[in-house]
């Protein structure tokens, strides 16, 4: 069966200072790959999703980066956090319109 | 970013009652999903719905794919405290296939 993993947790960071939250998915090849994020008690807001390695799209111009450098395996970055990146970050997989499985979301304090 | 309008945005409700909440876009989706969200947790699928005019059931809850694909239901049966969450509707976009696109969310809380 198809697993989603995302760490870390919870993760406190200083503004300027860099991120790096990775998730990778078993079980299945060539998923799509999406990180969403959630700021409190609101909608998921699509950051990127990658249909490939090295194939990203970005969806909101702003502080974060993505890369896919391998077919289950999505990281996504800053080089410097502002105030406002924190929230509640998930990674998601699927196959092209089909069902998308959620990670457990990674808790992210700028401080 | 491109969300798709969720109605209502909240409900307080006894248990025991019925619940409807559903979820319209401007454009056509080709699949529509039903997802639950608990506090601090990532959202849980609850049904898929691939065809136009599909109705599927998962226990107590009932969804429907719209004629026109461009709107969605989902139907809660006899509320239970547990049913407590946000339900987020979520769609694959039918010019962009592989981009999914999340509802606003409906918060639901129910009393015993």
């Known amino acids: 069966s198809q697993t989603i993993h995302q760490w870390p947790a919870t993760l406190v960071q200083p503004v300027g200072s860099p991120l790096s939250l990775e998730c990778t998915v078993e079980?299945?090849?060539?998923?799509?790959l999406y990180w969403y994020r959630q700021a409190a008690g609101r909608g998921l807001q699509l950051l990127f999703y990658?249909?490939?390695?090295?194939?990203i799209s970005s969806e909101v111009p702003q502080n974060l980066s993505a890369s896919r450098p391998q077919d289950r395996q999505f990281i996504l970055s800053s080089k410097k956090l502002l105030l406002s990146d924190s929230g509640f970050y998930l990674c998601?997989?699927?196959?092209?319109?089909?069902?998308?499985?959620f990670g457990q979301g990674t808790r992210l304090t700028v401080v | 970013g491109q969300q798709l309008n969720q109605s209502p945005q909240s409900m307080f409700i006894q248990e025991g009652e019925d619940v409807s909440m559903n979820c319209t876009s401007s454009s056509i989706f080709n699949t529509w999903l039903w997802y639950k969200q608990d506090p601090g947790e990532g959202p849980v699928l609850l049904i898929a719905?691939?065809?136009?005019?599909e109705l599927t059931s998962n226990g107590r809850l009932t969804a429907q794919f719209g004629i026109t694909r461009k709107d969605s239901f989902l139907n809660i049966s006899a509320s239970i405290p547990s049913d407590v969450g946000i339900y987020f509707c979520?769609?694959?976009?039918?010019?962009?296939?592989?981009?999914?696109?999340f509802g606003t969310g409906t918060l639901l809380a129910v009393q015993p």
């Open positions: 079980g299945t090849s060539n998923p799509n």
């Open positions: 719905l691939y065809k136009a005019g």
């Open positions: 990658s249909v490939g390695i090295g194939q």
């Open positions: 998601a997989w699927s196959h092209t319109q089909e069902r998308a499985f």
């Open positions: 979520a769609g694959f976009h039918g010019g962009a296939t592989n981009k999914l696109i």
